[in-house]
């Protein structure tokens, strides 16, 4: 199975300050026959399901704001938000579709 | 608008057997593949399952496999996820989810999600 290790653990993060979470993947998630990295990023807040941010690494899904991008390629990537909102306290999980799916442990992202 | 809405889950005796559903609407049901996530208390994700649109593929998590089946009834707009010999560690929420490709052979990624129903494993 691949393993993602996303860092750090838990994040605190002021108002309006950049959000940096990282995935590390035991293998490359970049498929060479069509150039992609097999990768999503979701958000959860609690008791709610996850919601779709990012996949193929960099796309945004509709209607997810533009403070949210993703980056990386091979088997390190990441998710930031470039001015954090009060909203964005949740979870975050890495989660490849490179070879069956495994889903990141999860950063939680708080307010300081 | 992309309505799932799972089913079956409560408090069942280790070793026994459960089958969840999701009842699917809003969308076009027999064009996507259907996956099932779960989250223990308090933990993180675990993917469980994915089925393409057409009921032909089939894939899981290597440490479930063998115990769990997923299967589908395109007439029913209806997911199953047949559990058996279950064990504590079991015990989570089940997320049923809609796929984000359409007609996609393996299927891609969950993009709509479930509000889940709770398995509870314990004697």
């Known amino acids: 199975d691949i393993v993602l290790t996303q860092s750090p653990d838990s994040l605190a993060v002021s108002l309006g300050e950049r959000a940096t979470i990282n995935c590390k993947s035991s293998q490359s998630l970049l498929y060479s026959s069509n150039n992609q990295n097999y990768i999503a990023w979701y958000q959860q807040k609690p008791g709610q399901p996850p919601k779709l941010l990012i996949y193929w690494a960099s796309t945004r899904e509709s209607g997810v704001p533009d403070r949210f991008s993703g980056s990386g390629s091979g088997t390190e990537f990441t998710l930031s938000i470039s001015s954090l909102q009060a909203e964005d306290v949740a979870i975050y999980y890495c989660h490849q579709y490179y070879s069956a799916r495994t889903f990141g442990q999860g950063t939680k992202v708080e307010l300081k | 608008q992309v309505q799932l809405v799972e089913s079956g889950g409560g408090v069942v005796q280790p070793g026994r057997s459960l089958r969840l559903s999701c009842v699917a609407s809003?969308?076009?049901?027999?064009?996507?593949?259907m996956h099932w996530v779960r989250q223990a208390p308090g933990k993180g994700l675990q993917w469980v399952a994915v089925?393409?649109?057409?009921?032909?593929?089939?894939y899981y998590a290597d440490s479930l496999k063998g115990r769990f089946t997923i299967s589908r009834d395109n007439s029913k707009n209806t997911l199953y996820l047949q559990m058996n010999s279950l064990r504590p560690e079991d015990t989570a929420m089940y997320y049923c989810?809609?796929?984000?490709?359409?007609?996609?052979?393996?299927?891609?990624?969950?993009?709509?999600w479930g509000q889940g129903t709770l398995v509870t494993v314990s004697s």
């Open positions: 989810a809609k796929d984000r490709a359409s007609r996609a052979a393996a299927g891609s990624i969950p993009d709509s």
């Open positions: 809003g969308f076009t049901f027999t064009s996507y593949g």
């Open positions: 089925i393409s649109y057409d009921g032909s593929n089939k």
